[in-house]
């Protein structure tokens, strides 16, 4: 003889109204939804660099304020991260080269959706590289260091120095210290 249905199993809660069953699975989809957004925000959080930061900002054509260790600052676009600078595209035209050693905050505009920085930035160009491909054009630009300011015409880049003509009316020879440049300013739109 077959075995007669037992009770109802009291775990399984049975709904007259199957809309009501049905938001309650849809509530518990959005609650563990959020959930696994938040882990992984936060995994992306920990796992954050600051020149990540950047990238993510440069990709976005972000506009920032960038704070240097000189307490200048350089409001414009970020448009591009290198291994040891950041390009930036300054409000008022021309390019800023920064180094990321004297860069210690940027601060997106309101309204720039966060970003997490979680990716590493690869294989990229260095400030060296950038100012002796600049330096072919002979652009003039201000260059401002931990010790101080020169301006003039780039003529020349070395391993770890730039040489630009002063615009003084000596136009002597003035050699940077590349290692220890802030940033390096041109009037001029020049490529990263």
């Known amino acids: 003889m077959p075995a007669s249905p037992g009770p109802p199993d009291e775990n399984i ?6 809309s009501a069953w049905l938001s309650e699975v849809r509530s518990d989809e959005h609650a563990a939804g959020r959930t696994r957004v938040a882990w992984l925000a936060r995994q992306a959080g920990e796992e954050s660099t ?8 440069a990709e976005r054509g972000a506009p920032v304020v960038a704070e240097l260790a000189d307490t200048s600052s350089v409001r414009g676009v970020l448009r591009a991260v290198g291994r040891d600078l950041a390009i930036v ?8 080269l920064l180094s990321l050693s004297a860069l210690w905050a940027v601060r997106p505009s309101a309204g720039t959706a966060e970003v997490w920085g979680d990716r590493p930035i690869g294989e990229s160009s260095t400030i060296t590289q ?3 491909d600049w330096s072919e ?3 003039d630009v201000t260059m401002r260091t931990i010790g101080g300011t020169v301006q003039g015409e780039l003529l020349d880049v070395g391993a770890d120095v730039a040489v630009i003509r002063a615009t003084d009316e000596r136009r002597s020879r003035i050699y940077v210290a590349i290692p220890l440049l802030v940033a390096v300013i041109s009037r001029d739109r020049l490529g990263g």
Do not use: I
């Not at 595209?89 to 800023?96: D, R, S």
């Open 13 to 18: 809660a049975m709904s007259a109204d199957p």
């Open 89 to 96: 595209e300054p409000a008022g035209g021309g390019t800023a």
């Open 137 to 139: 054009a002979r652009p």
């Open 50 to 57: 600051f020149q990540g930061v950047l990238l993510d900002l």
């Open 130 to 132: 950038v100012l002796a």
